[in-house]
């Protein structure tokens, strides 16, 4: 599962420069797109954020909690 990014031009260069998209503008996207959280995801949302987790390691974790099988 890849970070979603954002795409921009640098000021000095004019090359591309992408940085991920945080968490604050991600929950606006999805609150625009119509998307809500259930009380599953939220309840491990918190219980991640709580020990700590970020990045790489928060995303497997949460594929982990979701995946069948």
Do not use: C
């Not at 119509?34 to 949302?45: D, P, V, Y």
């Amino acid at each position: 599962m890849t970070k979603a990014t954002e795409t921009t031009r640098s000021a000095v260069t004019g090359k591309f420069v992408t940085q991920p998209i945080g968490g604050k503008k991600a929950a606006k996207f999805a609150q625009v797109e119509g998307f809500e959280m259930n009380a599953a995801s939220k309840a491990l949302s918190k219980k991640l954020a709580a020990s700590g987790l970020k990045g790489e390691a928060y995303r497997s974790e949460i594929v982990k909690a979701f995946k069948k099988g």
